[in-house]
């Protein structure tokens, strides 16, 4: 099984611009806790993400006014990146070295056509190896 075949395909995105309030509301409406950031909004050149955690950590913790704030002031770059064609269990492998939930998804010349989730794979996989990738990503001595 490939990445292809169980990611999201043509996220929500927002431009490096777009200020926090609106990435939020991005992430409310499309229920999800991860918006690529792209250079432009017909733009799919993958810059970076913002998750809800970068919200959180970056600006809340760190006393920023996140009204203020833009997703550029908090996105988490460089992007751990697969492919369409990349292997289930090689995604599995990159979210537990990098302890992330999320993948993003591009082509040939880096530009975003996906988001691959933990819950993607956990839909798909065997039960056995969701519940490995959900404990080896939660891990705290990562």
């Not at 499309?30 to 432009?40: H, Q, R």
């Given at each position: ?22 990435v939020a509301k991005l992430m409310q409406d ?50 751990t990146t697969v492919t369409r064609d990349t ?40 039960d056995q190896r969701a519940a490995e990738v ?9």
């Amino acid at each position: 099984m490939h990445v292809g075949q169980v990611m999201t395909s043509d996220p929500a995105r927002c431009e490096p611009t777009t200020n926090l309030q609106q990435v939020a509301k991005l992430m409310q409406d499309c229920d999800c806790g991860l918006i690529p950031v792209t250079e432009a909004s017909d733009s799919t050149q993958l810059l970076g993400v913002v998750t809800d955690r970068d919200i959180v950590v970056r600006m809340v913790a760190a006393g920023r006014n996140p009204m203020e704030a833009t997703a550029a002031d908090c996105m988490s770059q460089p992007v751990t990146t697969v492919t369409r064609d990349t292997p289930i269990e090689d995604a599995i492998q990159l979210m537990e070295s990098h302890q992330v939930r999320r993948l993003a998804v591009v082509d040939d010349r880096d530009h975003l056509v996906g988001i691959v989730a933990q819950a993607d794979i956990a839909l798909k996989a065997d039960d056995q190896r969701a519940a490995e990738v959900v404990r080896e990503v939660s891990r705290p001595d990562h």
